[in-house]
Every structure is written in structure tokens, then in C-alpha cells.
T-cell receptor, first 115, second 111 residues
Framework: KNQVEQSPQSLIILEGKNCTLQCNYTVSPFSNLRWYKQDTGRGPVSLTIMTFSENTKSNGRYTATLDADTKQSSLHITASQLSDSASYICVVSARSGGGADGLTFGKGTHLIIQP | SQTIHQWPATLVQPVGSPLSLECTVEGTSNPNLYWYRQAAGRGLQLLFYSVGIGQISSEVPQNLSASRPQDRQFILSSKKLLLSDSGFYLC??????????FGPGTRLTVT
């Protein structure tokens, strides 16, 4: 069964500090992995998307890494800001010919940045 | 890039009442369209997806239904709401398996 596990479930850090969120998956066959940021009461917004051959991808202060061998990904946030407070969702896509695109969603990490 | 519109933004409905949530997409043509539900503290659950006008696939059995009357319009409906239908409903649009854009969501509370 395809699964995506995220850790920690929640995290509180001080403004300006760095943090790393983890995503482990068992999705097969792997197509790509995405990280989304979801503000409270809003729809998710894409941060990064990585295919099998990509190890690292950055989007401003967000850097995602992918280890396809161990089936792990991380999202590193540098110099956190209050606006980074949100849920971060890891989504893994399996190669599929169907319209559902074989997406498996993690439950997300709820990040709180304190001043 | 694509823009997804959803309305209403929030909705409070009594048990047994009907439901109609609408989603429209700008900036693309012939997209795959999706309806998701997000319960508090849980991940997104795919409810329906559509690869074209009139083509709907259901991922989970329930008292909800979906329709796609136009290429960029996706509607989620129910004839009689249940308490368990409460949640945050998200419409999404995508092309293939590479990217997916989400709408702002509708917060539904069934009382």
C-alpha cells in the first residue's frame, strides 16, 4: 500500500531559526515528490517538485532534498519568518496512466514560528 | 499559471439539506479536475476526479456526487448532507502527474 509519513506532526521554533521537516514514503513506482505549504483556511501552494533524478531543489528560503534510494525527503527552512507558520504537506506521485495521477498525501507537519 | 476559483468560501448547512459547491478554472484548457476533502488534523482525501466534460471517477463511496458540465467547471453536490460531510473542500486542477494547483477551499459545517 502506498504511504507517505511526515514528521514531526507539529513543530514550534523561534523566528530566525532553521528547521527541517521529514517525509518518508513507500510509493511505487515513483514519479515525483512535491512539498506544499498550506496556510490555515487556505488551499495548498506548491513549494517544490522533484523527479527521480533530482536530489535538491530550492525555492527562496525553502530547500527540499530527495533520496530516492532510501525513499526519504526533507524540507529545510532557513531563517524562519512568522509567515512560515503553516502546514507543510508532502505529496508523492506514482507513475500512473489514470486520471487520479496516483497521488498519495502525507498528513502534514504543522509549523508554528514564534516571535 | 492557473487560477482556481471556489465558492462559497464558507457554508453552514443543516443535516439533510442539499449541497452545491462550485469550482472554476482559469489559465488552462482540458485540465484534470479534482475534489478533495480535508478533515481537521488529517490529510487530503481524494473524492472525485475528472479527465474531461461529463467524465467523473469516484474514489470513495459516499453520499456526494460530482459533475463537470463544462471544461473548466467542476461541481460537488449532495442531495442530503450528513454530519460527517463537514470539512474543508478543495478543488484542484492539473495536467498529468507533474503539477497540481489548488483553489482557496470551502469550509463546510453541517449542523
Amino acid at each position: 500500500k502506498n504511504q507517505v509519513e511526515q514528521s514531526p506532526q507539529s513543530l514550534i521554533i523561534l523566528e530566525g531559526k532553521n528547521c527541517t521537516l521529514q517525509c518518508n514514503y513507500t510509493v511505487s513506482p515513483f514519479s515525483n515528490l512535491r512539498w506544499y505549504k498550506q496556510d490555515t483556511g487556505r488551499g495548498p501552494v506548491s513549494l517544490t517538485i522533484m523527479t527521480f533524478s533530482e536530489n535538491t531543489k530550492s525555492n527562496g528560503r525553502y530547500t527540499a532534498t530527495l533520496d530516492a534510494d532510501t525513499k526519504q525527503s526533507s524540507l529545510h527552512i532557513t531563517a524562519s519568518q512568522l509567515s512560515d507558520s503553516a502546514s507543510y504537506i508532502c505529496v508523492v506521485s506514482a507513475r500512473s496512466g489514470g486520471g487520479a495521477d496516483g497521488l498519495t498525501f502525507g498528513k502534514g507537519t504543522h509549523l508554528i514560528i514564534q516571535p | 499559471s492557473q487560477t482556481i476559483h471556489q465558492w462559497p468560501a464558507t457554508l453552514v448547512q443543516p443535516v439533510g439539506s442539499p449541497l452545491s459547491l462550485e469550482c472554476t478554472v482559469e489559465g488552462t484548457s482540458n485540465p484534470n479536475l479534482y475534489w478533495y476533502r480535508q478533515a481537521a488534523g488529517r490529510g487530503l482525501q481524494l473524492l472525485f476526479y475528472s479527465v474531461g466534460i461529463g467524465q467523473i471517477s469516484s474514489e470513495v463511496p459516499q453520499n456526494l456526487s460530482a459533475s463537470r458540465p463544462q471544461d473548466r467547471q467542476f461541481i460537488l453536490s449532495s442531495k442530503k448532507l450528513l454530519l460527517s460531510d463537514s470539512g474543508f473542500y478543495l478543488c484542484a486542477s492539473g495536467q498529468g502527474s507533474y503539477e497540481q494547483y489548488f483553489g482557496p477551499g470551502t469550509r463546510l459545517t453541517v449542523t
